[in-house]
T-cell receptor, first 116, second 111 residues
Framework: DGGITQSPKYLFRKEGQNVTLSCEQN?????MYWYRQDPGQGLRLIYY???????QKGDIAEGYSVSREKKESFPLTVTSAQKNPTAFYLC???????????????FGDGTRLSIL | KQEVTQIPAALSVPEGENLVLNCSFT??????LQWFRQDPGKGLTSLLL?????REQTSGRLNASLDKSSGRSTLYIAASQPGDSATYLC??????????FGKGTKLTVNP
């Protein structure tokens, strides 16, 4: 079955440590997204990528970095510069949104990041 | 800047009741509107997508409507069941290459 796989499901970060969250999709989608979800805040966009080797900052990119070397993979690194990283992180994909979109967005099951 | 509001933030109903969830938005220049369901600790599942040119979409007991002129969408759930308990989110795509989400309505259906 096609879908989005996020790993790990739970992740713990030590002070000053960088951690990387994995997101892999086998839907052959061009566009991929990273969201952060906090209680009462809704989903906030961190980074997105419309095509391989290209990505853009979302609304809360500070303290995060991404890469898009392969179409199916869009890993997110939470750096030590992100002072409040505890949250639920969701990866999503879409066939492509250039010029508009008429396809639903697909989501992975999320990674919950906590501070040790 | 597009803003999406969902009221109420939480709703509790008895099993079997028909109910309506509301979503309002400030900018009517949208390509589509999507309704999602999120179970605790899980990702989002797409329920319905309404194109800008459409007025409504139906899937089983769910019906979503879109009124761009008034900046509103509703999700109607018929004959609610305990399994419908979840958080429901609406999101709009307005051509900025990204979805804008509401904060969701947490629905509890009591047996």
């Amino acid at each position: 079955d096609g879908g989005i796989t996020q790993s790990p499901k739970y992740l713990f970060r030590k002070e000053g440590q960088n951690v990387t969250l994995s997101c892999e999709q086998n839907l052959n989608h061009d566009a991929m997204y990273w969201y952060r979800q906090d209680p009462g805040q809704g989903l906030r966009l961190i980074y997105y990528s419309q095509i391989v080797n290209d990505f853009q900052k979302g609304d809360i990119a500070e303290g995060y970095s991404v890469s898009r070397e392969k179409k199916e993979s869009f890993p997110l690194t939470v750096t030590s510069a992100q002072k409040n990283p505890t949250a639920f992180y969701l990866c999503a994909s879409n066939p492509g949104t250039r010029g508009g979109s008429n396809q639903p967005q697909h989501f992975g099951d999320g990674t919950r990041l906590s501070i040790l | 800047k597009q803003e999406v509001t969902q009221i109420p933030a939480a709703l509790s109903v008895p099993e079997g009741e028909n109910l309506v969830l509301n979503c309002s938005f400030t900018d009517s220049a949208i390509y589509n509107l999507q309704w999602f369901r999120q179970d605790p600790g899980k990702g989002l599942t797409s329920l319905l997508l309404i194109q800008s040119s459409q007025r409504e979409q139906t899937s089983g007991r769910l019906n979503a409507s879109l009124d761009k002129s008034s900046g509103r969408s509703t999700l109607y759930i018929a004959a609610s069941q305990p399994g419908d308990s979840a958080t429901y989110l609406c999101a709009l795509f307005g051509g900025s290459e990204k979805l804008v989400f509401g904060k969701g309505t947490k629905l509890t259906v009591n047996p």
